[in-house]
């Protein structure tokens, strides 16, 4: 049976921890997909599951109370604080694509895409990747896993495989404090392949309404009833 889990604010080493239990136990019980949105209680930094912390600013994070995480899945840094987050545990099988990685990355983030169009935005997957091995900071590399606005990165998303089962979790990005990012990554400009929900339209921006655009997003990709 296929299971919903509303939107609830935890600690970033908490919602880490409950992304993997829901993992872990949907292979034990064989369980059918999971979806989850949540916020963070704080700021918070997550490092990509083979990231190291090269060229990232640890003492100006400690300093303003931004707590550094690792999250079990891949890619590059992130900073959660303004956003929807979401993350999808399912079967592989569950999905037609599911064998392939990009194509697994795709088909997920199509309920997103969905979710998107109730608002008449019209997100897409990046034309090209775009790479810099200079930036730690994921939101501001567009690859064929995340999704654009107008050319510009909204919605990151990253996986993790265990037992036949994927976790799949990704930032919504409302908004973002432009002067915290460059201070972490030590680098200006960190935000211009970047855009904002605030910036596309700040009456939407509300979680509750973020909230059932997702869910309705994923009910009409995958066939769910969730309320």
Not at 18 to 43: C, F, H, M
Request: contains cysteine; positive net charge.
């Amino acid at each position: 049976m296929t299971r919903f889990i509303p939107y609830k604010k935890y600690s970033g080493s908490e919602n880490m921890s409950i992304d993997l239990s829901i993992l872990n136990e949907s292979i034990k019980t064989n369980a059918q997909p999971v979806l989850r949105l949540y916020g963070w209680l704080k700021p918070t930094l997550s490092i990509g599951r083979n990231q190291p912390l090269t060229g990232i600013n640890i003492d100006y994070c400690k300093t303003n109370n931004i707590d550094i995480i690792k999250r079990p899945t891949g890619g590059r840094a992130v900073l959660h604080d303004k956003e929807l987050t979401y993350s999808f545990i399912t079967p592989v099988d569950f999905l037609k694509n599911g064998q392939t990685v990009v194509s697994s990355y795709k088909e997920i983030s199509e309920a997103l895409i969905f979710g998107f169009k109730k608002f008449d935005i019209n997100l897409s997957f990046p034309a090209s990747k775009k790479v810099s091995v200079r930036n730690n900071f994921c939101m501001a590399i567009s690859t064929g896993a995340d999704l654009n606005y107008m050319e510009k990165k909204i919605i990151g998303s990253a996986q993790f495989r265990k037992q036949n089962y994927i976790l799949q979790h990704g930032s919504i990005l409302i908004d973002l404090d432009k002067c915290v990012v460059e201070n972490i990554f030590n680098s200006k400009n960190a935000d211009k392949n970047l855009i904002t929900l605030t910036e596309i339209n700040p009456e939407i921006t509300n979680i509750e309404i973020l909230s059932k655009a997702v869910i309705a997003g994923f009910n009409k990709k995958f066939g769910f009833d969730f309320k």
